[in-house]
C-alpha cells in the first residue's frame, strides 16, 4: 500500500483575504464588473466559495502548486459562477479560485451562469468527478444528496455523473462505514478495495481494529481479506462455568441415582414451585421393561 496522502483543509476565505469577501465591494460595483456576454474578467473580492459544493478538503502543495504556475501563466481555464446579490459563487472552479488568491491575482476570468440549486450541485460534482478531485466519501455524500435532496433514483444519479449504476452503488456503501475508516479512505491510507472489504465485517470493534493493522502493516487487499477469513475462524472462547448451589448438587444427585435405579437417562426439569421427571426411552421392550420396573417399586 502507498503512503498515506495527505489532505488538508484549505484556509477559508476570510482566512486567505483578511476580511468578508461579500462585504469588500459595494454592490454597485458588482454590476460595473459584469459583462453578461462570454468570458469576463471580475474582481476576486467579489467572488466566494459555495459553502455546499461537494468538495471540501484542498491539498495545500497541490493549490501552492498550481499558484505557482498562475503566476506565470495566469488562470487559463475561467471560473464558472452565478450572480448573487453583491458578489459571485463559485459552481465551478474553487481549486482555481484559491490558488488565485495565493497568487496575489486582483481579477480572474469568469463565465456567469444561471441554474437552480440542483443543477449547481450536478455541475460542481460533474467537474470534480471529471478531474478526480474528489476523494471516495466527498464523491458518496454528493450522490447521497442527490438522491436525498432531490429525490433522484441512483441509475438517474449515474446517467447525470457518468457513472455506471453499480458504481454509484458501491460507492453509497462507503457511507456504512464507521467515521473512524472514512477519514482512513478520504485520506486514502484505505483504498475503496479495501474498504469494500471491511464492509464485510459485521463486528465493529473487529472492523476498525482490522483496518488499523491493514494501514500499519501496508496490507494488499488480498492479505485483508485473508485476514478476515481467519478472524472468522477463530474458535470461540469457552463459557465461564457457572458455580452450582447445594440445591443444584443436590438435583443433580438424585437424577444420578434415578438413572441408576431406572438404566436409562433421566432429566429433572426444575422449575419456581413445581417440576418434571422426563425418563427416556428408545424403544417398545425399553418401555415394558420400565413399566414393569415402576409397577414393581409401588408393589
Known sequence: MSAPKKRGLGRGLNALMGGDAASVLEPEQVQKEEDLSGIQEVDIRLI?????????????EALKELADSIKQFGVIQPLIVQKRTDYYQIIAGERRFRAAMKAGLKKVPVIIKDYNPQETLEISLIENIQRENLDPIEEAEAYQRLIKE??????EVA?????????????????????????????????????KVLLGV??????????KKCVEDGWSVRQLEKAV??????????KKAVEKTAEDLAYEKAGEEMQKIL???????RGKKKGC??????SEDELERLMMLIRSLRA
Open 277 to 282: 421427571i422426563e425418563i427416556e426411552y428408545y
Open 150 to 155: 432531490y429525490h433522484l433514483k441512483q441509475d
Open 229 to 238: 477469513e481467519l478472524s472468522k475462524k477463530r474458535p470461540e472462547e469457552p
Open 48 to 60: 466566494s466559495p459555495d459553502k455546499s459544493q461537494p468538495r471540501k478538503n484542498f491539498d495545500e
Open 159 to 195: 446517467a447525470r455523473v457518468g457513472k455506471s449504476r453499480p458504481a454509484v452503488a458501491n460507492a453509497l456503501r462507503l457511507l456504512k462505514l464507521d467515521d473512524e475508516l472514512k477519514t482512513m479512505v478520504a485520506e486514502e491510507s484505505l483504498s475503496t478495495g479495501h474498504a
Open 202 to 211: 459485521e463486528n465493529q470493534t473487529l472492523r476498525v481494529a482490522l483496518a
Open 263 to 269: 438404566g436409562t437417562k433421566v432429566n429433572i426439569v
